[in-house]
């Protein structure tokens, strides 16, 4: 077909007079158009016609549409397939969608619905024409690092000269800029290498708690305590124990984390004999460090321990040019987690996130490629497909994959008309647990 060639559609349906109105829209839209009165007719068609979309009701006498689309799918991937259902009928439109139709429209449909959602189709042809079908990038590894800006190369720097030594180093950095990558990047380029590594989210864990986890308990050191137990510092060995969200403990644990860097011993709760330990320490906060100390929240003489070597994270806001390369190279990791087979970003869409100032920073980039993945029918993530927060900080928003997770199951209930049973099948989980996926939303303000 010739790119002055008007893009084609075939539109089947036994409803004679619906069948000449949508004719009617489409050609006047531009498009070349053919009809068909059954499935059966349409398939005698289709290969001659040569269709880049076609429309299809699903009750019809004879093959039904779903049947049409099972054919199409199997033999012309290249052509899309729009189903159109009744309003009582959503159970026809999930099976639709998990057959791989491009979308769904329910009856009676109005024209300039079909009209748009053909613009829609062929513009996504369109996009993956236009950047063709590249080679697959492959998924990237959690820990490597992206980016050319002069701070990244800097970063980079820092962590070969750390290679060669086991210097306690404290990695600071706005949420979601990466501060576990960069521990695990010094970790995987380090002598040891083949020594554990464990990751502790400080904030997550009270101090009984934390101090347990990492120092060990013996038995009998508090209720439950029904047997002594390794802690962290013990099991990691030669290893790497990187404490995340460091800012956020007590005044008193932080002496006894300052004890064990000074002294490179520790005792277990409960425990009256020292232990020894040769771990690494990388520590990592968001929070203003010097201010906390200001407030005496956090301990000047640990800090100092802490920061032999600093690394600051610098936020993908400040370093744009990144931002395409980073998106990019998060591409394949969005396809092995969501099954879906997207090979690109249009540029559109690539303009919008460069624009876009990034709040939850590379974390808050893949939860938003993720989505994108799931809304897009084709190959290509286009801008149509992005959902950004406007303004700087999002304030409420969740920004996890957790929370991302949680909308999109919103969004398709609400696809769904708000029957849980059909939006379970068009996710592809059971209803009992979409019921549990509602509850968590409930659960949380800040979705």
């Not at 159109?84 to 109005?110: E, I, N, S, Y």
């Not at 042809?125 to 990237?140: C, F, K, N, Q, S």
């Not at 303004?391 to 029957?419: E, S």
Request: proline share 4%; net charge negative; aromatic share 4%.
């Amino acid at each position: 077909m010739s790119d002055s060639t008007p893009p084609r559609i075939l539109v089947v349906d036994d409803d004679v007079d619906g069948l000449e109105v949508l004719r009617t829209r489409l050609v006047h839209a531009g498009y070349e158009v053919e009809t068909a009165e059954s499935a059966e007719k349409a398939l005698s068609r289709v290969k001659a016609f040569d269709p880049g979309l076609i429309v299809t009701d699903v009750r019809m006498s004879g093959m039904t549409g779903l049947e049409l689309l099972e054919k199409v799918r199997a033999s012309m991937d290249s052509v899309e397939v729009v189903v159109m259902t009744a309003h009582d009928d959503m159970q026809t439109a999930v099976a639709a969608m998990k057959g791989g139709a491009f979308d769904f429209l329910v009856k009676p449909v109005d024209p300039k619905a079909v009209q748009g959602l053909a613009e829609r189709c062929f513009r996504e042809r369109a996009l993956t024409v236009e950047g063709g079908e590249p080679d697959v990038v492959a998924a990237l590894p959690r820990g490597r690092l992206v980016g050319r800006d002069p701070r990244m190369i800097d970063i980079y720097k820092t962590i070969g000269a750390l290679a060669g030594n086991r210097a306690t180093v404290l990695v600071r950095g706005e949420t979601g800029t990466g501060k576990e990558v960069i521990a695990r990047a010094i970790h995987e380029h380090s002598e040891h290498v083949d020594e554990p590594f464990i990751a502790v989210n400080c904030s997550a864990l009270t101090d009984t708690l934390l101090e347990s986890e990492l120092f060990g308990h013996v038995k009998g050191a508090f209720t439950g305590a029904t047997g002594s137990r390794k802690g962290y510092f013990e099991l990691a060995g030669k290893g790497t124990i990187f404490l995340d969200e460091i800012g956020d403990t007590s005044p008193e644990f932080q002496t006894k984390l300052l004890r064990v860097l000074q002294e490179r011993r520790f005792y277990p709760v409960g425990g009256e004999e020292p232990r020894k330990t040769a771990a690494r320490v990388i520590a990592a906060t968001h929070q203003p460090v010097e201010q906390l100390i200001e407030e005496g929240r956090f301990r000047e003489d640990l800090y100092f321990r802490l920061k032999v070597v600093e690394i600051t994270v610098p936020p993908l806001r400040e370093r744009r040019r990144d931002i395409e390369l980073v998106a990019t190279a998060l591409l394949g990791r969005v396809r092995d987690e969501t099954s879906r087979d997207i090979r690109r970003i249009s540029d559109d869409a690539m303009a919008r996130l460069m624009t876009y100032d990034w709040p939850g920073n590379v974390r808050e980039l893949e939860n938003t490629l993720m989505r994108a993945a799931i809304v897009a029918r084709g190959t290509v993530i286009g801008v149509d497909h992005l959902i950004l927060e406007d303004g700087a900080n999002p304030g409420g928003t969740d920004l996890t994959l957790k929370g991302a997770i949680l909308r999109h199951v919103h969004l398709v209930l609400d696809r769904a008309g708000g029957d849980r049973a059909s939006a379970a099948e068009l996710l592809g989980i059971t209803k009992k647990e979409l019921d549990r996926q509602l509850a968590l939303t409930e659960a949380s303000p800040s979705t």
